[in-house]
């Protein structure tokens, strides 16, 4: 009976019905010792009177859940800045871990990370330099900051630096200050590449990016470390290139292959090999995503690659959506599945039945283009649980279907049912004491309040 009140729990702690003052009874639950349910913690649009209560919480790890919240307000999290806990103020200073590809999360004010910056324990300042979610401009700023980490830090906004700058920054004081700059210096300076060649710890690095004097080229390519690295280069002379095309190394004659400057014959005569599930990682596609030009010749090329690294823009306009989705590529189809907007219901329901599980769920429900009219017709009889769960999307679907369909032998289909609230009352009653459904029939918007109330009563939440 514990471990099916327990489930019940979560599920009405992530129920979207789910009233300000149950709410408010559950953020304060202790949870037998692990704290609140997640859900609550992590809600989108939470009130104030929750806000207020979670950041006088006094379980440190449900302050570190609502600073590590995607659904939080910055604003709501930035007022954990003065939390007496570092592991809460590091967690803060990080962010949100997990985000859908469709979804960004929003930064924290710059003046909250500055004082992030400056907080006194080291590892809340080291997790604010690691956080993936500082703006370029607040990155931009640190090159003048005391501490050698964030000067360090500084060295990833390069380009948005003015010259004097990152001369100061090239002239640190600190060692590996000087090497992080240089090692993005390097790419408009032949001499700093020489420098850095002797540096291992930066070899490929260098040998990727670095401009490059001709005999320090010549010289690389005849010792072939790092030869895959190297043959990226964007300052390798012509001949070099053309000698490492037919490499006897595959994994150099592909990177070979994905040079920009490669018009789609000379790219397409090169004897490359790309892994059946390879998922595309092209530097100048990635960096030109928003790039008209460089969509159109990527989506374009016949090289995998290059057509699975702008799979995953969003800007892609719709002929090159519609031809990239005629490449019977299926790596292509689920980065369109996951990252573009408008990726025909055809492609999404091939990615759908590809992958099946916690992807394709996660698809169905929040994909703008997944269908839902017709599901039921479909669907609600296909021989593949995977498909039946998706009679419950549609919304001519029936009370006595999705009832049906709540019995179903497959336990996605029967989650997807409970959770609907077409269900009738007296089987979501039922449900909520089948350990495998309780969360799911505790998650349903149609779930009446009185019986939430009932189920935080038994699970021992104080009232």
């Known amino acids: ?25 559950l953020l304060a639950f202790d949870g037998g010792g692990d704290g609140p349910p997640r859900h609550a913690l992590q809600r989108a649009g939470l009130p104030e009177p929750a806000v207020a209560v979670i950041l006088a919480h006094p379980d440190p790890g449900a302050r570190i859940d609502f600073a590590m919240s995607p659904r939080a307000e910055p604003a709501q999290r930035a007022r954990l800045v003065d939390d ?36 006194p324990d080291p590892s809340v300042r080291a997790a604010l330099l690691d956080s993936p979610h500082l703006v370029p401009s607040f990155v931009a700023s640190l090159a003048t900051h005391r501490d050698p980490a964030a000067r360090r830090s500084a060295a990833r906004a390069w380009e948005k630096l003015p010259p004097g700058v990152r001369s100061a920054l090239l002239a640190d004081p600190d ?17 700093l590449t020489a420098e850095l060649l002797h540096d291992p710890t930066s070899a490929a690095e260098v040998l990727r990016r670095g401009l490059f004097h001709r005999a320090d080229a010549e010289r690389c390519v005849a010792e072939r470390t790092h030869l895959a690295a190297l043959a990226e280069n964007p300052s390798l002379p012509t001949d070099l290139v ?9 994994s150099v004659r592909l990177a070979v292959s994905l040079r920009p400057e490669l018009d789609e014959t000379r790219r397409m005569s090169i004897d490359f090999t790309v892994e059946a599930f390879a998922r595309g990682d092209v530097g100048w596609v990635r960096d030109g995503l928003a790039d008209p030009e460089v969509l159109r010749r990527a989506a374009t090329s016949a090289h995998p690659l290059l057509r699975r690294t702008v799979a995953q823009s969003p800007h892609l306009p719709p002929d090159l959506i519609r031809l990239l989705a005629r490449t019977e590529d299926p790596v292509v189809e689920d980065l369109l ?25 996660w698809m169905a429900e929040t994909h703008p283009r997944f269908p839902r009219e017709g599901l039921a017709a479909r669907y609600a009889d296909h021989p593949d649980g995977n498909y039946r769960r998706l009679a419950v999307r549609d919304p001519a679907a029936t009370p006595t279907l999705i009832e049906r369909l709540s019995h179903d032998p497959a336990v996605w289909t029967c989650q ?14 039922e449900a909520l004491h089948v350990p495998e459904l309780a969360s ?17 009563d038994r699970a021992g939440v104080p009232a």
């Open 1 to 25: 009976m514990v471990a099916f009140h327990a489930s019940a729990l979560d599920g009405v702690a992530r129920n979207p019905a789910l009233s300000t003052p149950l709410l408010l009874r």
């Open 84 to 119: 007496p806990s570092p592991k809460v103020r590091a967690a803060l200073a990080y962010g949100p871990e997990w985000r859908t590809p469709r979804t960004t999360v929003a930064p924290l004010p710059d003046d909250v990370c500055a004082r992030l910056l400056d907080d």
């Open 175 to 191: 060692p590996e200050v000087r090497r992080v700059a240089t090692l993005r210096e390097c790419r408009r300076d032949a001499r």
């Open 242 to 250: 053309e000698r490492l095309a037919v490499d006897p190394d595959e």
């Open 337 to 361: 599945g996951m990252y573009h907007p408008d990726t025909p219901e055809e492609v999404l329901m091939r990615v759908y039945a590809r992958l099946g599980g916690t992807f394709s769920a």
């Open 416 to 429: 997807a049912a409970v959770g609907d609230p077409r269900l009738p009352l007296h089987r979501l009653r």
């Open 440 to 456: 799911s029939a505790g998650a349903n918007p149609a779930f009446p309040e009185d019986e939430m109330a009932a189920v935080l």
